[in-house]
Nanobody
Framework: QVQLVESGGGLVQAGGSLRLSCAASGRTYSSYVMGWFRQAPGKERESVAAISRRGGSTYYADSVKGRFTISRDNAKNTVYLQMNSLKPEDTAVYYC?????????????????WGQGTQVTVSS
């Protein structure tokens, strides 16, 4: 089992940047594919990015390609989401998630473990 704790959210102006972190507990962290999801008020939770166990493969939603970068440091049991050129429509609660599935995927239902979320607000 793995426990996830996100940090790094906050209020930023459009065009700005934020870096989210997700710290994981458990010695088997490196065996999980990790993902970032977000949920805006009144909307479904959607996949933002995902990264393979060793970091060699990634997935990005079309809406964030070229602006967001997912990375992981297995020595620190941490996954990151660097968010640049932020837009008001990026405003949401961002969640870190982990899955024991061995390939990178964006399917929310396949992720077994979730953090509590961190709020990101982008002002125009």
């Amino acid at each position: 089992q793995v426990q996830l704790v996100e940090s790094g959210g906050g209020l930023v102006q459009a065009g700005g940047s934020l870096r989210l972190s997700c710290a994981a507990s458990g010695r088997t962290y490196s065996s999980y594919v990790m993902g970032w999801f977000r949920q805006a008020p009144g909307k479904e939770r959607e996949s933002v990015a995902a990264i393979s166990r060793r970091g060699g493969s990634t997935y990005y939603a079309d809406s964030v390609k070229g602006r967001f970068t997912i990375s992981r440091d297995n020595a620190k049991n941490t996954v990151y989401l660097q968010m640049n050129s932020l837009k008001p429509e990026d405003t949401a609660v961002y969640y870190c998630a982990a899955t024991g599935v061995s390939w990178v995927l964006s399917t929310r239902s396949r992720y077994e473990y979730w953090g509590q979320g961190t709020q990101v607000t982008v002002s125009s």
